[in-house]
C-alpha cells in the first residue's frame, strides 16, 4: 500500500546541466499529471494511457517555451510508486531551467538530492541496499564497478543478508522447541551441531563484510589524503606527484577551496587517488567553514593520509588542531615534512623528532614539493600502506575535475598572483561560457571574476582595464596549454556583497556544503 499520499509533488532536472541533445525535467507526486497537464499544450495528459510518450509544446501565458515529449507513467508501476511525468527537452541550461522554474510556479516543490530514490525506498519500491547501488550505478567509472551495482541493485545483496538472517532464525527456533517442548520426540540439536551452525553463520557474516571492503575500493578507488594548514605545499606536493599541473598554486593562504582528485597510475604497482584539501585553519564566514569541514570529513574517507608540515621545531595550535583530528582515525598517517630545501641538514633530524613525539606516524619523509627532492620515497611509503583491490580509473586519466572547473581554478590562480592580498579571499570565478567555434580550433571561453566589494572591482580592472587584462593575458596561455588550442578569453567583474558568507550564493560557485 502507498504511503506517499501526504507528500507533495517534487520536481528537478534528472540530467546533467550543460548543452546536449536532450534534458528531462522529472515530476512525481500525487499531483504531478495535472501539474504538467497545466504547462503543456497538446493532448490532455490526465486522460492519456500510462506509460506513453506525447508530443506537444511547454507554454506559460500562451508563450511556447519549447517543444517537448511528455512521458506519463502511473502509479503504482514506477520508480517512485507514484505519479510520474519526465518531460523531455532540448538541453540546454536556461530551457531546462525555465521548465523546472515554471513548474514549481504551478505547484510543485523542488526536489531534494536523492529524494526520488527515497520516496522509492519509503513506498516499498527498493530497499536500503538497492537504495544505495542506485547511486553506485550513477558514480559507477568502471565496468566492474557499474557490475557491483547493477548486482546489488537486483537485490543480490539483499537477498544474501535475508538468507543469513534466516539461517539465524530457523537456528533459534529449533533451540527454542528442544527448551520448551523436550517430551516430543524430535531430533534433538547438540550443542556440536549449534557450534556448527554458529560457525557457518559467523564465517558468512565476515565474507559478507569482506566483500563491503572490497564494495569500497572499487567505489571509491585507493584514496589518499594530502592535509595541512593553508599554504604549506599540499597543491604543489599533488601537482608534482602526478606530474602535470592540475590544482592551482601561490604563496597566498586559502587558495585552495574545494577536495581536488587527481589520479597517479603505475601500471606495475598500481593506482594512487590523491585528494588534496583546503587549508585547515580558523574559519572567518561560511566559505571559511565550507573549506575546513570538506579536508577534516576527507580524512574519514581514504586508506592513507599525508600530513605535510613547515620545517620547524614549533608546533603551534594549528598542527596541535590537526593533531586532535588524526587521532579520530584509525588510518596510516605520512608525515612529510616539507620545504627542507630551506634549512640546513642538520636540522631536520630535530624537526622529525619533535613530531615524532607528539603522534605516532607510520612514516616521517623529509620532502621538497617545489625541488620534487624525495618524493619517490614519498610515493614508495604510499603504496606500502595502500590496501589491494581493483584499478579504479584506466591509466591515461589524470583527474575527475571537468576543464570548466579546471579553466575557472586557473583564471582565479593568476588573479591571486597579480592582485594585493587583501582581496584574493574575496574572488570567485564563473564560466559563463565555453563553446568550441565551429569549424575551427578555437575556444570561445566567457568568465566572471566576483569580488565583494565595489572598491575591490576597480582593484581587479585596473587603470584602463590594465590588471583585467593582465589576468586574462595570463591566464589565456595556461588555458591554451591544457587545451591544447587557441583561446578567445573575454573577461568581466561583478560585485556579489559578502557572497563568502551566504549559502546559496556559495552554492552557485561550486562550493556545495552538502556535498561534503
Known amino acids: ?78 520508480f517512485t510508486r507514484e505519479d510520474v511525468v ?40 527498493v530497499d536500503l541496499t538497492q537504495a544505495e547501488a542506485v547511486m553506485d550505478l550513477i558514480r559507477a567509472k568502471t565496468d566492474k564497478a557499474m557490475a557491483v551495482a547493477v548486482s546489488q541493485l537486483d537485490g543480490s545483496l539483499k537477498n544474501l543478508i535475508n538468507n543469513t538472517r534466516q539461517e539465524i532464525l530457523n537456528t533459534l527456533a529449533q533451540v527454542e522447541v528442544n527448551i520448551d ?46 592535509v595541512g594548514r593553508p599554504n604549506v605545499g599540499k597543491s604543489t ?43 585547515i585553519h580558523k574559519a572567518k564566514n561560511k566559505l571559511g567553514e565550507y573549506m575546513v569541514n570538506t579536508a577534516e570529513h576527507t580524512l574519514n574517507e581514504v586508506d592513507v593520509i599525508l600530513w605535510l608540515v613547515e620545517p620547524s621545531n614549533f608546533i603551534g595550535a594549528g598542527e596541535q588542531h590537526i593533531i586532535e583530528q588524526l587521532k579520530k582515525t584509525k588510518t596510516p598517517v605520512i608525515l612529510v615534512i616539507n620545504k627542507v630545501d630551506t634549512v640546513s641538514r642538520d636540522k631536520i633530524l630535530e624537526f622529525i623528532d619533535t613530531y615524532r613525539k607528539v ?25 606500502k600502506y595502500l590496501p589491494y583491490g581493483p584499478q579504479f580509473y584506466d591509466e591515461d586519466t589524470i583527474t575527475d575535475q571537468p576543464e570548466r572547473a579546471i579553466v575557472a581554478e586557473i583564471i582565479r590562480e593568476k588573479a591571486l598572483h597579480a592582485l594585493d592580498d587583501e582581496i584574493p579571499h574575496g574572488i570567485a570565478v564563473c564560466i559563463d561560457r565555453m563553446k568550441q567555434r565551429k569549424g575551427q580550433n578555437i575556444m570561445d571561453i566567457e568568465a566572471t571574476i566576483v569580488c565583494e566589494r565595489d572598491s575591490h572591482k576597480g582593484i581587479v580592472i585596473g587603470k584602463g582595464g590594465a590588471m583585467l587584462k593582465k589576468i586574462g593575458s595570463n591566464a589565456r596561455y595556461e588555458i591554451e596549454r591544457l587545451l591544447e588550442e587557441q583561446v578567445n578569453l573575454k573577461l568581466w567583474v561583478k560585485v556579489k556583497k559578502d557572497w563568502r558568507d551566504s549559502d546559496s550564493m556559495m552554492k552557485n560557485f561550486g562550493y556545495n556544503k552538502d556535498e561534503i
Open 1 to 78: 500500500m502507498s504511503i506517499t499520499k501526504e507528500f507533495d509533488t517534487i520536481t528537478a532536472i534528472s540530467t546533467p546541466l550543460g548543452e546536449g541533445a536532450i534534458g528531462i525535467v522529472r515530476l512525481s507526486g500525487t499531483d504531478a499529471i495535472a501539474i504538467a497537464n497545466k504547462v503543456f499544450k497538446g493532448k490532455n495528459l490526465e486522460t492519456v494511457a500510462s506509460h506513453t510518450i506525447n508530443y506537444g509544446h511547454i507554454v506559460e501565458n500562451e508563450e511556447t517555451i519549447d517543444e517537448v515529449m511528455v512521458s506519463v507513467m502511473r502509479a503504482p508501476k514506477t
Open 86 to 125: 519526465e518531460i523531455n527537452t532540448h538541453g540546454g541550461v536556461a530551457v531546462t531551467n525555465e521548465i523546472l522554474q515554471l513548474l514549481i510556479r504551478s505547484g510543485a516543490r523542488m526536489a531534494e538530492p536523492g529524494e526520488f530514490t527515497k520516496r522509492a525506498f519509503l513506498n516499498g519500491r
Open 181 to 226: 517442548y523436550p517430551e516430543y520426540d524430535m531430533d534433538d540439536l547438540t550443542s556440536q551441531e549449534m557450534k556448527k551452525k554458529a560457525q557457518e553463520v559467523s564465517k558468512q557474516i565476515e565474507q559478507l563484510l569482506q566483500t563491503a571492503q572490497e564494495g569500497k575500493i572499487i567505489r571509491n578507488g585507493l584514496a589518499t589524503a594530502i
Open 237 to 279: 606536493l599533488m601537482n608534482h606527484l602526478i606530474g602535470q599541473k592540475i590544482a592551482i598554486t601561490s604563496n597566498k593562504p586559502q587558495t585552495t577551496r574545494n577536495r581536488i582528485q587527481t589520479v597517479y597510475t603505475d601500471m606495475e604497482r598500481g593506482q594512487i587517488v590523491f585528494l588534496d584539501t583546503p587549508g
Open 359 to 383: 603522534y605516532d606516524f607510520a612514516e616521517i619523509v623529509p620532502a621538497s614539493a617545489l625541488r620534487a627532492q624525495n618524493l619517490d620515497t614519498v610515493l614508495d611509503m604510499i603504496f
